[in-house]
């Protein structure tokens, strides 16, 4: 238990312009489950790439074993028994997720061609070892986010990684399935003597889980300890510097009349299956209606629709008494509906351009952004999006800087700043802390109430049960794309609402 | 997904024209070690001839004759000269010929694209000689236009395939009396090679049926197999082609089909005896060489249009040398010689493609 | 900390302009191979291209198709559709000018020039709309659907040319020449350098000024950069690639237009060998940046032209240029690896300022 497998002494590493690892000094010892919390941005991420190889750090010394190691590429870190389940998935999306978990290295058939049943086979045998359920013949484009994550894991287990590294494995798991990967690493370090970091801004996880946890803010190591010592509000003070409260928010105070109304809204999903099936529900003004449901359960599909993004097959979407039910994107927006997407580097926004760039989106053809019906007039712009950046505290070197370049927890706040700067009545946000840390969670779920308290209607899409429940006034569960309850928030309890989000409740809920 | 696509089309591209562009970079250097600079006679300064060609040297037919006649002259008459070529790009016509204008006494023109841009030039060099092949300028006193009667040799050719295809005791010839052509584009040069080659056919057997498809280019071997296989698929046993090096489809259609091809511009038997029975021979290496020739000893007389028919031996049928294997019967070959005695003596008037 | 930052599109310039010389230098190593000099080599094709104000102009006039249909494809390809049927576009309205041009003999130049450049834009635009409406509308992928009307284009101006409207002189596959009032003027002697370069000039400030300081452009580009985000934004995608195609389309129909008013005087059958495609070349390799498809287009016209004269000269082929212009694509697709590279360089040297 105490011996150590990994050891890092003085790890620095600069990128121009930013120091993102300070001299690092960490020991990870063998079997044991570590956790590393900080906030984004804090280095986490760029340490752990150090580690397996995608960087080389500018100083300092790793020792794998206790032998030094130059691990020049992710090649190497594999061949030491190290692998990675990235945040940012790293999977192909035209693949089978069988294909996707033996890429790589994938058995052949006479050699050269790759052998797709024995995938299968392997796929198969894996997620039922380790009690990850895939779906071996789907293309991975198809599935959610969350089983994207499933497969990741099952890539890196299948090349036999001795020391798992997990980058916010979490954040788009159900409790449930977080449970269950909990007692999977339990079960991997325990009885197959496999060590695992996992990198998470959960610290209920952190404490539940791990045997001991380090903490890192603006690129240096605050310290490291076993977790039977660490509380919450400790662990919460080394990450931020300041003292952070957890409180739930006072519940909406004066409700104003409805502005949304979806009635038996039936839509397909990509594949063409139903993926909603008759939804029924309503948000009015100055309310955050929660929706609760396992990942995939129609959540994405039912907020495509509500956006103007998918065809609605059946029923009705009311706004304001109109019925916008496969109307364009833009015409949901000039009805007075911003929307903070699910997958903020795929929808919300373009990675490629630039911060300023992405924030003029929907401003473009409005006065006084732009004159003479096409014009763009720089410095009302430069104004605006300045202004912007500062108020929603987006931490980026400059306008011009391209998106990609940005933290995930910046990327959202950028989302979150323009969509909220439009002022509009309806607010639709889908899981709008997905892979953030404390800082920005609790600054993006104030800008939410206090939004919410300004009278605007907001749906609130969110796999994170505390989330939901730290925010909403009201939930409804949603299984296999149908309400399964509904219930006044005060009233309920996450046992309840995780039973109705599993569809056990379903008869009787009808 | 679109990107990678894209990119992989222009990719595709570019490795077509580095392909490409290394084959023509061989032939250019085979032309280039062909020609070593003559050492002309001594007392006299060598005349500077430039050949400027509409297409590219290696088409095994129009161009490629043109340059034997110019290399001919060079080893006979002791002429100094270079080969410009703007590979069919109309954008090159015209910096070609002022490039060959600057630089030579005599240019030889080949190619009917040139009709525009010689008119434009010539004036500009008065004292250079034009020659100008394959098309006819008038009023310019410096230009000296060459035309084919290309119409009279496919006449031959067609009558020769009109007579062959009846031969059925011949392998590879059937039943039908079908005969083909590939033309490489559809323009007024090829139309009459098209017109008297049905001519020829239908002077012997008002039966046979001709059948013609256009590749579209000059440049294209694989569209001329497309076009011969067509043509062999409808019957067809024998197929002419006026096609450049587009025509070298036809003769592998031809070996693949198992029938039979006629060659143009130069006797092209031996790229394969066994397919190509004979060739359409239009003498432009010859009146290249002669004019040239003419222009050294002063008897040439600038500003004509000079027409090389079968009285001028500018159109002919070859059969290959000797040592080949003669597919044709004797009996065709005479026949042949008759039709073009009628030809010579106006007994028989070959129409022309309007 | 000296702080070093380097903006992507200088990282992207020096890339670029280090595959240039990498292309260069492989380009002198095939000459020396074949035993010749490759300094008397790129001294004859700088000389051949620039050497006098003759030479200038005939490569300027080179770079003016290029430009145009560079500048289609990069109002196309950065609005994420992709038009490669510019070559079918430039022949309509090459056609069409030449129509103008042979039919309404009697106009003025005033008037015809610009009645021939309308009818031009309107055949290629036109011809670009429907490939782009049968994207929208049912899906059918452009890609595929240009270059087949490529071929459509080429072959029925081809059969124009040579029935309905063939020329009654000099037997070539050409239409009649346009009435003397419809011809641009030349600028140096000899070559074939016409007005239509300040046109040109003019175009592509409109492009320039369209794509960066307009929301169509902003709305144009981010459709390219994120499909998804553009329309989750409330940008009518369809409705501005449909835009954006026709704006494609109508540069590659003035192209061909140039072709005939400026350079050949009459529809030719093979007008064009390939000024769409060199374009998209062009284009593709710097980005679809319009300053970067002017450059470009120059240095291609200064390879193209330089190209003739070292053949002549030097008796190296012409076709090195294409050797060399392959090479330059290769690299700009590893283009990646060298910014990497140059990343990597930066890295270090940050370090050894900081430590």
Sequence with gaps: MQESIIKLVGISKVFPGVVANDNINLEIRRGEIHAIVGENGAGKSTLMKIIYGLYQPTAGEIYINGRLMNVANPQIAIKNGIGMVHQHFMLVPSFTAAENVVLGSEPRKNTVFMDFEEAVIITKALSEKYGLYVDPYQKVEDLSVGIQQRIEILKVLYRGADILILDEPTAVLTPQETQELFAIMRRLVKDMGKTIIIITHKLQEVLEVSHRVSVMRRGKLVGTMDTKDATEQILAEMMVGKEVVFDKFHANQNKGKTLMEVKNLVVRDNRGFIAVDGISFSVAAGEILGVAGVEGNGQTELVEALTGLRKVEEGSILVNGKDMANRSPSEFRKMGISHIPEDRLKTGLAPEASVNENLLMGYQHKKPYESFGMKLNKKAIYQKTAQLIKQFDIRTPSGQTKVKSLSGGNMQKLVVAREFSFNSPILIISQPTRGLDIGAIEFIHRQIIEMRDAGRAILLISADLDEIFRLSDRIVTIYEGKLTGEFMTADVTKQAIGLYMTGKNLSTAG | MKKTIAVLLILMLIGGLVLTGCGKTDDAQKQQEEVPAEPGDEEKEPLKVALVLSGGLGDRSFYDSSHEGFERAKKELGIEGSVLECKNDPSLYQDQLIQASENAQAVVVVGFEFFDVIQEVAPEYPEVNYIYLDNVVEGFDNITCITYLENEGTFLAGALAAMLTQETSIEGINEEKIIGMVGGVDLPVIRNFQVGYEAGAKYIDEEVRVETIYAGDFEDPAKGKECALALYAKGADIVFHAAGKTGEGVFEAAKEAKAYAIGVDTDQRYINPDVIVASMIKGVGLSVFETIEKIIDGTFEPGKVIYYGINEGGVDIGYGTPDMKQIVPDEIKEKVEEIKAKVKSGEIQVPTAK | ?355
């Design chain 3, 1 to 355: 900390m000296k702080k070093i930052k380097l903006s992507q599109d200088l990282e992207y310039i020096f890339s670029l302009a280090l595959s240039i010389v990498l292309a260069l230098i492989i380009g002198a190593l095939i000459i020396l191979a074949n035993g010749k000099s490759p300094l008397t080599a790129y001294a004859s094709l700088i000389n051949g291209s620039l050497g006098s104000p003759y030479k200038m102009a005939t490569t300027l006039a080179k770079t003016v198709p290029l430009i145009l249909t560079g500048l289609a494809t990069a109002v196309a390809f950065s609005s994420g559709i992709f038009n490669i049927g510019g070559e079918g576009q430039l022949y309509l309205g090459a056609f069409a000018a030449a129509y103008v041009g042979f039919t309404f003999t009697n106009l003025p130049g005033l008037i015809g020039i610009p009645l021939a450049l309308i009818f031009a834009a309107l055949a290629g635009g036109f011809y670009a709309l429907i490939p782009a409406l049968l994207k929208v509308k049912y899906g059918i992928d452009e890609v595929i659907t240009t270059i087949m009307f490529n071929s459509i284009a080429i072959l029925f101006t081809g059969y124009l040319a040579n029935y309905p409207f063939a020329s009654s002189v000099g037997k070539m596959g050409a239409t009649e020449m346009i009435a003397p009032a419809y011809k641009l003027l030349r600028l140096v002697a000899r070559s074939k350098l016409h007005t239509g370069i300040f046109f040109t000039a003019v175009i592509a400030l409109a492009i320039y000024y369209l794509m960066e300081k307009t929301s169509v452009g902003y709305d144009f580009k981010m459709i390219g950069t994120n499909l998804i985000f553009a329309k989750y934004g409330g940008i009518n995608a369809e409705r501005n690639m449909v835009i954006a195609m026709i704006i494609s389309g109508v540069l590659c129909g003035i192209a061909g237009a140039f072709e005939v008013l400026g350079n050949h005087y009459r529809f030719l059958q093979a007008i064009s060998p390939g000024y769409a495609f060199d374009g998209m070349l062009v284009s593709l390799i710097v980005k679809n940046k319009v300053v970067g498809v002017i450059l470009m287009s120059i240095f291609f016209g200064i390879l193209k032209t330089g190209s003739i004269a070292m053949e002549f000269e030097t008796a190296i082929p012409s076709e090195l240029v294409l050797v060399i212009q392959a090479i330059i694509i290769l690299f700009i697709a590893g283009e990646k690896g060298f910014a990497q590279i140059l990343r990597r360089i930066h890295a270090k040297e940050g370090v050894r300022g900081d430590v």
